[in-house]
């Protein structure tokens, strides 16, 4: 794998880039691995990435139905954040913050992580409260969290409507000043990368149509390229994880929903956080490119399919209208859906299920891209150690057998 | 704007509607000797089909709860009837 520098950039410059190499190998599958994965968006790759660097394990594939990073990698928002409430969660998406701090560097591949700040709004002296809690249990959690009064908020978000006919007054909110954004194509080919370089095997347009399991114990995978052997297996696949544990008779507690995004044209500077609205549901953020990228809760109707409803597009970007009344004048560039999977308490579910030698990270919902790194890490954890990481250990689907829920939907307001 | 039906008030916007549950779980019983699992899987296990799917839905305007027959994929609506044992 050639480095990426400065002096790279500046040498293919003056030899008019004809000196790059793809940045990842386009596979054909071995018979057999020590480890297949199961879905090539972030968490998938991240987990073949962690296996080969962290756990020596090399012989790995990721086997990804259509092209790495097009599932909710590359529809997402962009938004990186650990401003959680109970201690297990904080844990977990502090662990992917950190991790996405440090990630340009380890992969050599600039993911753009761009640590501006969010604000979650508050709008009445009750919603203050909450705020607090949440901001105090970050505290108590070691993380950056503070409360934030009404002027210093006003002057994160200059555009915000203060009008007298405001339909929610911007009264302060929590504030994370970590949070930020990445580029969510980067990071599936920065992990695409730095695992292809580590013997990694990345095989697109390979769907997976069963599980082989003999004695109770994974023993490999039919694919629409033939079977694969292997006795580790790691499902990373969002909203399809589902119809694949299916395969082996397990159920999981996740609806799959459309969640959708979209992006005005571009336009100059004109907001520098990551901004969510309690009142209006609706969070926003500037890209680099000056668009608007904004998205709200989801599609409340039970689907597979890549596209968003109606009435959603409408509350959303009524929501941003009411927000900041100038970008009335915007045009919408471009709006899409992904399918997220959504579990009863809003915290994923990562751990063993069915036949020994099985594993699975996913229910992440709306917040999947956030934990990328922590999902990878956590993932690759289980598939070389067969057993928990104390991180990975709350989030084992047996938490809803033993009424061991971590609601974060009460804790922190997540949407769904 | 898609419109579902309500087998007691007809065809009326998707806004109306609230998705309450795929249809076909059925509570265990004696509950007495239903185990932790047993009784986990009841509340929370889903197929989340991907095609054809019966789920349990309330029609918030009339405040009653039928079973909705759609496709996850395409979203078409392929049927609608009242829970057993209800009557029109």
Redesign the interface.
Known sequence: MKRYSALSLFREGLRAHRGWQPAWTKARPKPAYDAVVVGGGGHGLATAYYLARIHGINRVAVLEKGWIGGGNTGRNTTVCRSNYFYPESVALYDLALRLYEGLSRELNYNIMLSQRGMLIAAHTPAQMEICNRIANAMQLNNVDGKLMGPEEAAARVPLINTGPDARYKLMGGIWQGRAGTARHDAVAWAYARAASALGVDIIEGCEVAGIDVQNGAVAGVETTFGPIRTERLGLAAA?AT??LT?HVGV??????YALQAFVSEPVKPCLDTVLLYLGTGTYVSQSDKGELVFGGGLD??????Q?G???VQEAVTAGLLEMFPAFGQLRLLRQWAGVV?VV?DSSPLIGPVGPSGLHINCGWGTGGFKAIPAGGWLLSHLMAKGEHHEISRPFDLDR????RLIDEAAGSGIAH | ??HFPCPFCGLRN??EF??AVEAGHSRPEPAERVS??E???Y??????P??E?R?VWLHLSCGEYFILS?D????AVLGSVTLPGVTR
């Open positions: 909203g589902p119809g299916a159920d999981l507690p996740i609806h799959d409340r109707v039970p689907t597979h399919g596209r409803n109606l009435p999977d009863p809803f057998a033993r009424g | 704007m898609q998707e806004t609230h998705f932790d699992a009784w986990a899987a509340l929370y296990a889903n197929k989340s991907k095609g799917s789920e759609r996850t994929v395409t979203r």
